[in-house]
């Protein structure tokens, strides 16, 4: 069995658990890490979970997990991994919610694999192939302007001036085109990988919320930036995501409109 079925099949049981757990979620169990920032203790142990079974795939790969539950360090080969993304979904029920593992080697993403237990969608990528759903290829939308176009967006949590002003010109397109919040950074991506949305846009993301989503959408055919246009989408906390043709005017009248 190769490294990517094995990822794959880890993902799948990873989301498993979390799926079996939000039915026996209490509120006791709920923690706030800030304002409108949730964690659980299935939070932690789905980290657990993944960081014990990735290890056994290349011994000596190092971690970098939004837990904690790992200490970081730099080496060849690094895993990138979100083991519930969409908690604030998650812990009031509802969904989705979804579990996003990255490979990366010599800093170069070359794995992706996300995972929605509940819609039992599995959404990967490897180095040079195709993005797949549910093993089967996937493509971005062809839609090419805002107008009718549909968006997904996230709010981060501390919203800062530059914030406030893509929202309110993200409002002034909303008798052209369809925004959507749903909540899981690395599922929304994959909805542009296979082309039920045409872009989507976050700021405050940290690197296990898009680097496995923002690699299949690129073995999709689609593209990504930070707000600049630049290419340090992963770690610069800044993603828009879209199939390509529609990229330029969201970064010119949402983005980047003074």
């Known amino acids: 069995m190769n490294i990517y079925t094995q990822v794959e099949q880890i993902a799948r049981s990873t989301g498993e658990f979390l799926r079996e757990g939000q039915a026996q979620l209490r509120k006791s169990d709920i923690e706030l890490k800030g304002t409108r920032n949730f964690v659980t203790h299935i939070d932690t142990e789905a980290e657990k979970m993944l960081v014990e079974k990735l290890g056994k795939l290349i011994p000596g790969a190092t971690f970098l997990t939004e837990e904690g539950t790992v200490t970081y360090a730099e080496g060849e080969y690094t895993w990138i991994i979100d083991p519930l993304d969409?908690?604030?979904?998650?812990?009031?029920?509802?969904?989705?919610?979804?579990?996003?593992?990255?490979?990366?080697?010599?800093?170069?993403?070359?794995?992706?694999?996300?995972?929605?237990?509940?819609?039992?969608?599995?959404?990967?990528?490897?180095?040079?192939?195709?993005?797949?759903?549910?093993?089967?290829?996937?493509?971005?939308?062809?839609?090419?302007?805002?107008?009718?176009?549909?968006?997904?967006?996230?709010?981060?949590?501390?919203?800062?001036?530059r914030g406030e002003k893509i929202?309110?010109?993200?409002?002034?397109?909303?008798?052209?085109?369809?925004?959507?919040?749903?909540?899981?950074?690395?599922?929304?991506?994959?909805?542009?990988?296979?082309?039920?949305?045409?872009a989507y846009f976050h700021s405050g993301l940290s690197p296990w919320d898009v680097a496995a989503g923002t690699f299949i959408l690129k073995c999709a055919g689609g593209m990504s930036t930070d707000f600049s246009g630049g290419n340090n989408y992963i770690f610069n906390k800044e993603l828009v995501a879209s199939n390509g043709s529609i990229h330029g005017e969201l970064m010119d009248k949402i983005i980047n409109k003074d």
């Open 86 to 161: 969409g908690t604030t979904n998650y812990v009031h029920g509802d969904t989705p919610f979804s579990v996003s593992i990255a490979l990366m080697k010599d800093n170069e993403i070359i794995l992706g694999v996300v995972y929605d237990p509940v819609a039992d969608e599995l959404f990967s990528a490897i180095e040079k192939g195709k993005a797949t759903l549910n093993g089967k290829p996937v493509k971005i939308s062809s839609h090419s302007t805002l107008t009718n176009g549909y968006i997904g967006l996230g709010i981060p949590y501390s919203l800062d001036d």
């Open 167 to 198: 929202l309110k010109n993200a409002m002034e397109q909303f008798r052209k085109c369809s925004f959507r919040i749903k909540g899981s950074a690395a599922i929304e991506i994959c909805y542009v990988a296979c082309g039920r949305s045409d």
